[in-house]
Structures are given as structure tokens and as C-alpha cells.
T-cell receptor, first 113, second 117 residues
């Protein structure tokens, strides 16, 4: 049972435009969410996170939005740059107990120059 | 900078062989994790450890075991490798809740691509 879903396996966006990556979750006990970025032949690197007490978190070109009622989060990248081409994973965690992360299946973002 | 290293980038093994994947972190992190990444399935947690000699099963522990004899090192063991264990294996570490950090992230190594023939 996939508790964290990324329904778009791939996304292509023109350089300079906005990239929007989406993530849905089913477990209402999740209350901390993260986005990771992964280049080929490298491990994932942390990008941005959001706690369930917020609905938005911003860091430079990256903004994450959380809609708890819809169990949906999205990552906005603006403006998109060629170096943003990578696979993006969203992940979710309980804020109690252990620190296990549940990952989505990933979205491959391609920025077209 | 946190450094997580994995012993091999690429590994080819035969069915039935015992395989050891090693992971070392240099930041005195308490928590360590082993994942596998497969196309269309994302990252799935195999095992994790909160402390030396402690381990907990993740979502897909069957066919694997782990060892954590020292804080900085976390080993993944495939007791008898099978072709369905061909995958990318990723190790990660994080600081640990006991230090008052409740929201810190996991830091990943570069991965080991394992092919079982």
C-alpha cells in the first residue's frame, strides 16, 4: 500500500518557467514532510521540508505548500534552471516515535533550455 | 559537512552468495538507515538502527540482515543473494532525537548498485 504517492513519473518544463511537483499521502498521522532531490549516480539530498502546523515554507527558488485537508503537498520551483533536472522524491514522517521516512515513487523533472 | 560513504559503487554477485554492503558516517549520528531504490517504487526502507547493536525492521526486511557494532558503521547483509535483490542500495544517517532535534533530515550516501546474476 503506497502511503505517499507521486502520480507524475515525469515532468518537462521550459527554463525560466515554474515547475510544480505534486505529492499525495493517505496516512493522516504523517505530520512532517520533506522533499529530496536526486541526481543520477548520487544519493538523494535534502531540499526543503514543512511541518503540518504550516501551510507554506519557502527557501529561495523553492516553495513547498501543504494542504492537510486534501492530504496534498506540492513543490514549486521558480524560475526553473537546467541544474534542477533531477528526480524529486517527497517523503513523510510521524512527529513521534521513530524517524522512519516513507518515500514517494519520485518524479523525474527535465528542464528544457 | 556530513559525509556518508558506502564501500562500493558497483557490485556484481552470483545467486546464493553472501553479500556485505558497508556504510560509514563521520558525524557521530545516532540513526542509520538502509534503503533500496527501484524504478517505479521509490525508496523503500529495509532496516534502521537508533544506536549501536540496535536494529529495527523497515518495510521490506525479508532476505536481509544488518549489523551495527560501532556507531559510525552500519552493514547490510544479504544472506543468500537472489536476482530480485538486484537494486540500488542507499545508506542514510541522521542526528537522532535524543539531542533535541526533532526535525532534522537524513543524509544519504552515493549508493551501491548491486547486480545479482
Amino acid at each position: 500500500d503506497q502511503q505517499v504517492k507521486q502520480n507524475s513519473p515525469s515532468l518537462s518544463v521550459q527554463e525560466g518557467r515554474i515547475s510544480i511537483l505534486n505529492c499525495d499521502y493517505t496516512n493522516s498521522m504523517f505530520d512532517y514532510f520533506l522533499w529530496y532531490k536526486k541526481y543520477p549516480a548520487e544519493g538523494p539530498t535534502f531540499l526543503i521540508s514543512i511541518s503540518s502546523i504550516k501551510d507554506k515554507n519557502e527557501d529561495g527558488r523553492f516553495t513547498v505548500f501543504l494542504n492537510k485537508s486534501a492530504k496534498h503537498l506540492s513543490l514549486h520551483i521558480v524560475p526553473s534552471q537546467p541544474g534542477d533536472s533531477a528526480v524529486y522524491f517527497c517523503a513523510a514522517r510521524y512527529n513521534f516515535g521513530n524517524e522512519k521516512l516513507t518515500f514517494g515513487t519520485g518524479t523525474r523533472l527535465t528542464i528544457i533550455p | 559537512d556530513v559525509k556518508v560513504t558506502q564501500s562500493s559503487r558497483y557490485l556484481v554477485k552470483r545467486t546464493g552468495e553472501k553479500v556485505f554492503l558497508e556504510c560509514v558516517q563521520d558525524m557521530d549520528h545516532e540513526n542509520m538507515f538502509w534503503y533500496r531504490q527501484d524504478p517505479g517504487l521509490g525508496l523503500r526502507l529495509i532496516y534502521f538502527s537508533y544506536d549501536v547493536k540496535m536494529k529495527e525492521k523497515g518495510d521490506i526486511p525479508e532476505g536481509y540482515s544488518v549489523s551495527r557494532e560501532k556507531k559510525e558503521r552500519f552493514s547490510l547483509i544479504l544472506e543468500s543473494a537472489s536476482t530480485n535483490q538486484t537494486s540500488m542500495y542507499l545508506c542514510a544517517s541522521s542526528l537522532g532525537r535524543g539531542r533535541g532535534e526533532s526535525q532534522e533530515t537524513q543524509y544519504f550516501g552515493p549508493g551501491t548498485r548491486l547486480l545479482v546474476l
